[in-house]
């Protein structure tokens, strides 16, 4: 893998390198026999539906690489990521939580939730864990950006998260992990891996913190990586955002099954 943080040369998958053969084909066999446009057009059109579908699984490495478990160097830890913060309630009680645990975290920050709260960013460094970017605005069409619009939301995240929290970014996690081709290119310039997970708990969604709990915990084995959010955090019956009780439990399950804690920058540095 190349030196974290560090410019690198995008080579396209085999999906995205057979899409581009595809119009190519296409656009040859109509030139050469017109008549065939019906063949060349769904042709097109099958390889823009395969784009599309591989961009709506968050899972997926049809785009590019993409983290979905820690590397094999990273026996016997997990890792916790947490998404959509900084929140100025919620953050600083989850930190609380990590201390009291012992355990370090993975927050992938909103850009402009930083700057609103950038006490909270430097909290999150000043006590061991790792800023990773989240995009500036957490638009709900990111995947729908073109090239250029992915760079300067991606980018200004870069400065804004860089300049708060003193260094930059090496991950970043697409805003609901939906991208589209045009994205891979994009991080491979700015130097950031792409990072998904391997279990979510649905925790923007759920009030019932057990529930969350065991999906996080359902198979939970060394290498994984766990999603909870900080930010758009579902409250439960008490109004308690679920983050708090769910990750308590997972990490009491991580500590007894003998799984420390790393943070993804931990993992790739090393
Ligand atoms: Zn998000």
């Not at 490495?61 to 890792?79: M, V, Y």
């Not at 990590?98 to 920050?109: P, S, V």
């Not at 708990?201 to 290498?223: C, E, H, K, N």
């Not at 009780?245 to 931990?266: H, N, P």
């Amino acid at each position: 893998m190349n030196a974290p943080g560090r410019p690198r040369r995008w080579t396209p998958t085999p999906l995205i390198g057979g899409a581009a053969a595809v119009h190519a084909g296409a656009l040859a066999s109509w030139l050469a026999a017109p008549a065939t446009w019906p063949w060349a057009a769904g042709g097109v059109i099958a390889s823009h539906l395969a784009l599309t579908a591989a961009g709506l699984w968050p899972r997926s490495a049809l785009l590019g690489h993409n983290w979905t478990r820690l590397p094999e160097s990273a026996n016997a830890s997990i890792a916790i990521t947490i998404d959509d913060g900084p929140d100025p309630d919620v953050t600083p009680r989850v930190l609380d939580l990590l201390d009291t645990h012992r355990a370090r975290a993975t927050f992938f920050c909103i850009g402009e939730r930083a700057r609103a709260h950038p006490e909270v960013v430097e909290a999150i460094v000043a006590r061991g864990h790792a800023v990773e970017n989240h995009s500036e605005r957490h638009r709900h069409y990111f995947s729908l950006m073109g090239p250029r619009a992915l760079r300067s939301e991606i980018n200004a995240a870069q400065t804004t998260l860089g300049e708060i929290a003193g260094a930059k970014p090496l991950f970043f996690r697409a805003p609901a992990g939906l991208r589209n081709p045009f994205l891979e290119p994009v991080l491979c310039g700015l130097g950031l891996h792409l990072a998904s997970w391997t279990r979510r708990g649905f925790d923007t969604r759920t009030g019932d913190a057990s529930l969350v709990a065991r999906r996080l915990l359902d198979g939970l084995a060394s290498r994984d990586i766990l999603l909870v959010h900080d930010g758009h955090a579902a409250t439960d019956a008490h109004g308690a955002p679920v983050i708090l009780a769910a990750l308590d439990t997972v990490l009491r399950a991580a500590s007894d099954r003998g799984l420390a804690t790393v943070t993804l920058r931990e993992a790739i540095v090393g």
